[in-house]
């Protein structure tokens, strides 16, 4: 083998067989899919397969031995020798593993009932595709799969992995000539992709969000062959701005020694692995901030009104002049008490707010929020047993519901009495912890009494669900639950007298604005006036604790990198020592060869940081577009929200910038006292 | 009567060696005029380099003075130094020293990169072009050989247009052929040019060649001896 050709033909078959063989493992873990399931139950398949897939485990046992053979007589020390020899001798290995485990799957699923073959992709990676072999009386076939298994895979991995050394292998030009048809296809690809496809999925359309997964994987391919594509000419325009900027990118383009090299690949690579972790947690948390506020600002008035210690009276004329105050869009009153509700097989303690059901929607969501039955039942609770009037429609569980709201319904006695029972609201939570559906009768218990013989007697009523709603914050769903106005009035004794009036204004950014003009509009010393940044404030200060924690703690990581590039720029110096004195007897004075290696760390830490940055960027993107699906049972939130801001970004990008300018300075300040004497002297 | 080029003035230089005193110069006094060639010799240990260097100004005296043209430089701060080392004086070494990740013109241009000047290009070219390089202005270091490098290493010595040039064994580790034409470019460029060379050779043959010959013995200077016109004979290259 000479030098121009190191890479045989047969070679490279061997090398693509290795990728087919990582690519089968794969599409392997894949047949545990409904579909491949559903084709299982021919016959003619099982055979195609069985012949098909020893006969490429066969033809790829061949190859390797006979490249094993050839390998063997290549001269020792030749280029690539080792290579090809491992190359071949693990795809050899490769083939009886596979044969071996695909024949025992093969035949497992075969004579099992249940046709289950690799399981899916982390089943599989995990080992785990033993488990669906336990319907199977056979102790060893689990145990042997498994262990076929996890050979399989690592094996596949070491072939992928060694036909990419082997890519070195061929000679540049070739390299280079398969890069340009790469580049020229991607380039075409992306015009194809970005011109045709959408970006964003239509919600639950499966085909579109594959759509729009091979857009943003053609643009992010597209984006790094570019950025690739661009480091040179970069780097080039870069030299051409001055003396001390040309010589640091001749220091990073120039071939260094093996150490070095990889030091400032780490480099780069850790800059770039802490900010991306940085920005993508960043941005998930202010993903979490900007859910919970979208949901406190759909549950809760933008604005209250109240009074501390007692409830307002002659209330009316105050709620009309909140409604003409310039900014407010919507204004109603409320009555809030604590109380007990409790159902036959449970009880619960809950918030019971009267609310007034035709100005409440002006305010907050709780109309939309309703996942059974209605607002309006409120006012007329006639209605809620006439199940054909319940018009709220969704999927197959909330039929099911229906059907027992239904039952549950025809179930009660049909009295007079039971006409006047008025409507009770409650959130998904509570209803779920009394066992309530629409219809049943709940029995309110209310701290003020009336005073007996024994002193205050807790009043009691009986209420009739009229609703649930789900508002997604737990602490809403479970202890929220709201009555008509009046009837709370009457409830409550507090006849024309409210606890307070709630307010939405137009832009919630300037809700303390409205605030301050509601004061002075409404001129009364004593009404309190706070907008929801103020009566959430502990929240969004405990929120903004803990960004900050974060922010420290992953600074922190990217501090680590600064290490590395700290690492590798004190290596560098130690290599350019003789270059370094070189330009200090031309007469390079001290700060410009500290510029010179600040530029460098400098050029290391952009280039990871841009790196981070990116891939954060699609990360977050993704996550943002596609939706990391979240069990809403365990978090209460069915997306990982995601929020994407550009002064994060930025504020990322400026920290990695100082972390690896600081990491800069004491090397530089080393390289800038090089002696040239010293550096001259010897060699 | 001007100045002349260089005055060493009562110059010492003593070194730290595992804790004692070394004294490598023990009082060093020499002048050297505008357009002279000159040669230092002596054995290894002598302190020729130590010398070289110090009149280099990449080293400072322990004691004594150094004058250029009148002017102590040995009192200059750090880069006003940096800047007179760029601007007059030309540094050739035995082992060329060229920066390796750059083609021989960006070499020779080094020096006056360093000032930000970027109208040098020409010069350079023309300097390279004296030297005998003119299609190797695009070669690396690496793809020299070593009499091309010292070429190159001599150009940019002189792209400053210095006032003088100091060399530390320039044909130290070329063989006797390149040595000859590498010796004979000295001698063609002093003669076009004027330019002031100060060499420390260890061959023979190039140091009997010099007009004026300083030997060195022990850190002291030995004998300074000028011969008439040793050039008209022996200067051309065989």
Not at chain 1, 194 to 220: C, F, H, M, N, Q
Not at chain 1, 481 to 506: H, N, P, W
Not at chain 2, 59 to 70: C, F, H, K, N
Not at chain 2, 197 to 211: C, E, G, K, N, Y
Request: net charge neutral; charged share 20%; glycine share 8%.
């Amino acid at each position: 083998m000479t030098e121009r050709r190191p890479l045989g033909f047969w070679t490279a078959v061997l090398c693509g067989l290795g990728v087919l063989q990582l690519a089968a493992v794969l599409a392997f873990a894949a047949t545990s899919t409904l579909w491949f399931q559903a084709q299982l139950e021919n016959d003619l398949l099982w055979v195609r397969l069985v012949i098909g897939w020893s006969t490429i485990q066969l033809s790829l046992l061949l190859l390797s031995v006979g490249i094993l053979q050839r390998a063997a007589r290549m001269p020792r020390g030749s280029r690539g020798r080792a290579r090809v020899f491992g190359l071949s001798a693990v795809s050899a290995g490769h083939a009886v593993i596979t044969t071996v485990s695909v024949g025992i799957l093969l035949w497992a699923a075969r004579v099992s009932t249940g046709h289950v073959l690799g399981g899916t992709v982390a089943s599989l990676l995990f080992g785990l595709t033993h488990l669906v072999y336990d319907e199977l009386d056979l102790d060893w076939v689990p145990t042997l799969y498994h262990g076929a298994t996890m050979l399989q895979t690592a094996s596949a991995a070491m072939l992928l992995s060694l036909s990419a050394s082997c890519w070195f292998l061929v000679p540049l030009e070739r390299r280079q000539r398969f890069w340009l048809g790469f580049d020229v296809a991607l380039v075409i690809a992306f015009v194809v992709v970005t011109a045709i496809l959408p970006l964003s999925p239509t919600e639950g359309d499966d085909a579109s969000l594959l759509r729009a997964v091979i857009r943003v994987s053609v643009t992010t391919v597209f984006a790094v062959r570019l950025a690739l594509r661009l480091v040179g000419p970069l780097l080039a325009a870069f030299e051409r701005i001055g003396f001390r900027t040309m010589i640091a990118a001749r220091h990073l383009r120039a071939k260094k020694t093996g150490f070095l090299a990889a030091s400032g690949t780490l480099s780069v690579l850790a800059v770039a692995v802490s900010s991306c972790m940085l920005i993508s947690v960043l941005s998930v948390m202010g993903g979490f901030r900007a859910d919970l506020t979208k949901k406190i600002l759909g549950n809760n008035a933008h604005i209250v009104i109240d009074k501390v210690y007692e409830e307002l009276s002659d209330w009316e004329p105050l709620l009309e002049r909140t409604r003409q105050t310039e900014g407010v869009i919507g204004a109603t009153p409320y009555l809030q008490v604590e109380v007990m509700v409790s159902s036959l097989s449970n009880r619960g303690g809950a918030i019971l707010r009267g609310i007034d059901p035709d100005t409440v929607s002006d305010v907050t969501d709780l109309a939309k929020n309703m996942t059974h039955g209605k607002l309006e039942y409120l006012k007329d609770p006639g209605r809620i047993l006439d199940s054909s009037v319940d018009t709220t429609k969704s999927g197959p569980v909330d039929a099911m519901m229906e059907e027992a709201e239904r039952t549950a319904a025809r179930g009660l006695p049909e009295g007079p009495e039971e006409e006047a029972m008025p409507g009770l609201i409650v959130g998904q939570e509570l209803a779920r912890a009394l066992r309530l559906v629409v219809g049943d009768r709940v029995t309110v218990v209310s701290p003020r009494g009336d005073l007996g013989p024994s002193g205050p007697i807790p009043r009691t009523r009986p209420f009739r669900i009229a609703g649930i709603f789900y508002s997604g914050m737990y602490e809403y769903d479970m202890k929220h639950a709201y009555i008509d106005l009046r009837t709370a009035q009457r409830f409550l004794r507090a006849e024309g007298r409210i606890s307070g009036i709630e307010v939405k204004v137009d832009n919630v950014e300037h809700a303390p604005a409205i605030a301050s003009r509601l004061v002075s509009k409404l001129g009364r010393d004593d009404l309190r006036v706070r907008d929801w940044k103020q009566m959430n404030q502990q929240l969004f200060g405990a929120l903004a604790l803990e960004k900050l924690a974060m922010f420290i703690t992953l600074g922190i990581a990217i501090l680590i990198a600064g290490f590395s590039v700290f690492g590798t720029l004190t290596l560098l110096v130690q290599e350019k020592r003789r270059e370094v004195g070189i330009l200090k007897a031309m007469g390079t004075p001290a700060r410009g060869v500290i510029r010179i290696f600040i530029i460098e760390g400098l050029l290391i830490g952009a280039a990871g940081g841009l790196m981070g940055l990116g891939l954060g960027f699609v990360l977050t993107f993704a996550a943002e577009h596609f939706g990391i699906q979240m069990n809403p049972e365990v978090y209460y939130i069915d997306k990982l929200p995601v929020h994407l801001d550009p002064t994060e970004f930025a504020l990322v990008g400026a920290s990695t910038v100082v972390v690896c300018l600081a990491a800069t300075l004491f090397p530089a300040y080393q390289a800038s006292r090089v002696r040239p004497v010293d550096a001259l002297r010897y060699d | 009567m001007p100045d002349p080029l260089v005055t060493l003035q009562h110059v010492t230089k003593t070194f730290e060696h595992e804790g004692r005193p070394l004294e490598v110069l023990k009082g060093i006094d020499l002048e050297i005029e505008r357009g002279e060639m000159v040669t230092i010799v002596g054995p290894s240990g002598a302190g020729k380099s130590t010398l070289l260097h110090l009149i280099g100004t990449l080293d400072l005296p322990t004691s004594g003075r150094i004058l250029y043209e009148g002017k102590d430089v040995t009192r200059l701060g750090s880069s006003d130094l940096a800047e007179f080392r760029n601007r007059s004086i030309g540094f050739v070494f035995q082992f060329h020293h060229l920066l390796p990740e750059f083609t021989a013109l960006e070499n020779v241009m080094m020096p006056g990169l360093i000032q930000g000047s970027r109208r040098l290009e020409a010069r350079a070219r023309r300097l390279l072009d004296e030297v005998g390089l003119t299609d190797r202005l695009t070669h690396r270091p690496g793809e020299l050989s070593g009499g091309e490098q010292q070429r190159v290493a001599l150009a940019r010595a002189l792209l400053m247009e210095p006032k003088l040039v100091l060399a530390d064994e320039p044909t130290g580790n070329l063989d006797s052929q390149t040595s000859a034409s590498v010796q004979a470019l000295f001698f063609d460029l002093n003669r076009r040019h004027g330019i002031t060379f100060l060499i420390v050779t260890h061959s023979r043959d190039f140091a009997a060649m010099m007009p004026r010959q300083v030997s060195m013995k022990d850190g002291r200077i030995d004998s300074d001896e000028r011969r008439a016109q040793p050039l008209e004979n022996q200067g051309k290259p065989t």
